[in-house]
């Protein structure tokens, strides 16, 4: 069964190539970004952890550890480290998992059997520092994913948390956001001291609260 915004991301104790980690305890009080690839030694694979080793200190701004999964052996994921350094001009500073008994897989539902029953699909887990997960996407395999997208995302769910407004269509960090609806006119009035523009009641835009 596929696994629903808002329930705790499964637990599990794994081979990396960081050594062996338990997955709540490696996040400790961070977000968690885990994603999973359909084999080692891909193309489109080899360019998505390159682009994740690059972006670490983008992801170290949002507190966010990341780790990748496919089901080949340990052995294969090391033998591919020194191929994604090579080809993507990068260091790799972040763990890929080994999950030959399909453990993580299965909990996380990233086999589809209608797409390939032996692979894991590319999937996509946003996991907040109290272990619920926040987004859920998944890829198909000809279809690299957006990092930055995924920093977005990222971006907006920490903002929400600890503001009542949500991220409109298209949202950027530093555009405008939108009040959230529980909030009253009189009560944003307070709450938003930058002040807000009332399109509609339900439509109120106001400048990003933790910006300057």
Known sequence: MSLRLGEEAPNFTAKTTEGEINFHEWLGDSWGVL???????????????????????????????????????????????????ETQSVKMNFPIIADEDKQVAVAYDMIHPEANEKFTVRSVFVIDPNKKVRLTLTYPPSTGRNFNEILRVIDSLQLTDN????????????????????????????????????????????PQPNRD
Request: charged content about 25%; some cysteine.
């Open 35 to 85: 994603y999973s690839h359909p084999a080692d030694f891909t193309p489109v694979c080899t360019t998505e952890l390159g682009r994740t080793a690059a972006l670490k200190g983008e992801f170290a701004k949002r507190n966010v550890k990341v780790i990748a999964l496919s089901v080949d052996p340990l052995a294969e994921h090391l033998k591919w480290v020194g191929d994604i350094e």
């Open 163 to 206: 503001y009542s407004v949500a991220t409109p269509v298209d949202w950027e960090d530093g555009d405008e956001v939108v009040i959230s609806p529980s909030v009253s006119s009189e009560a944003a009035r307070e709450k938003f001291p930058k002040g807000f523009n009332e399109v509609k009641p339900y439509l109120r835009l106001t």
